[in-house]
Nanobody
């Protein structure tokens, strides 16, 4: 009954921002480390960011470091990825995961 539902994707101009959400059900996000991945068109799956269960330790891939922020809201049982200064190369389907569970993704398109 574990389920992850991503939302918040859309079309945005270069330099813009989007806040991606991952709503969890069937588990408590406060008890698990969670991860964001993305897959660009015709590219492989790329790790983006991770956060520990306590929410006080975060990691980022070099291409997004300084521009993206991962966080969680335990009361809402939701994981977030705040994206800033978006570039065309950030265009991808973004997925959240916990353990072996994955959502179906949300599409971010960065284009003028």
């Amino acid at each position: 009954q574990v389920q992850l539902v991503e939302s918040g994707g859309g079309l945005v101009q270069p330099g813009g921002s989007l806040r991606l959400s991952c709503a969890g059900s069937g588990f408590f996000v406060s008890e698990y480390a969670m991860t964001w991945f993305r897959q660009a068109p015709r590219k492989g799956l790329e790790w983006v960011s991770a956060i520990n269960s306590a929410g006080d330790d975060t990691m980022y891939a070099d291409p997004v470091k300084g521009r993206f922020t991962i966080s969680r809201d335990d009361a809402k049982n939701t994981l977030y990825l705040q994206t800033m200064s978006l570039k065309p190369e950030d265009t991808a389907v973004y997925y959240c995961s916990v353990g072996d569970y994955w959502g179906e993704g949300t599409l971010v398109t960065v284009s003028p």
